[in-house]
Nanobody
Framework: VQLVESGGGSVQAGGSLRLSCASS????????MYWFRQAPGKERERVAT???????TYTDSVKGRFTVSQDNAKNTLYLEMNRLKPEDTATYYC??????????????WGQGTQVTVGS
């Protein structure tokens, strides 16, 4: 299984970015896909989750600003991030779990992509 993130970069506060995560070797009827982030000196935080059934969850700090989606035909996960804030600065990781139990930790991880939001 390989997960490859892209789309990170630097943006001013209030701006937008869209992260992508291309997956390969991950074909399951039931699964969970996640976006995590980790800022320097802070613990890793789950940002968003989407299940094979289409259920979505978000951490409170991004609700109303971030949207997780997937294109199954392209095997790609997305994270649309709007109204970005400096506190959104972090390395963002794509992750996946093959059994659909989304409350559990992921099994597979990408290498991460950096998002930096200037004030």
């Amino acid at each position: 299984v390989q997960l490859v993130e892209s789309g990170g970069g630097s943006v001013q506060a209030g701006g937008s970015l869209r992260l992508s995560c291309a997956s390969s070797g991950f074909t399951y009827a039931r699964y969970c896909m996640y976006w995590f982030r980790q800022a320097p000196g802070k613990e890793r935080e789950r940002v968003a989750t989407i299940s094979s059934g289409g259920s979505r969850t978000y951490t409170d700090s991004v609700k109303g600003r971030f949207t997780v989606s997937q294109d199954n035909a392209k095997n790609t996960l997305y994270l649309e991030m709007n109204r970005l804030k400096p506190e959104d600065t972090a390395t963002y990781y794509c992750a996946a779990r093959p059994d659909g139990i989304c409350s559990f930790q992921p099994t597979y991880w990408g290498q991460g992509t950096q998002v930096t939001v200037g004030s």
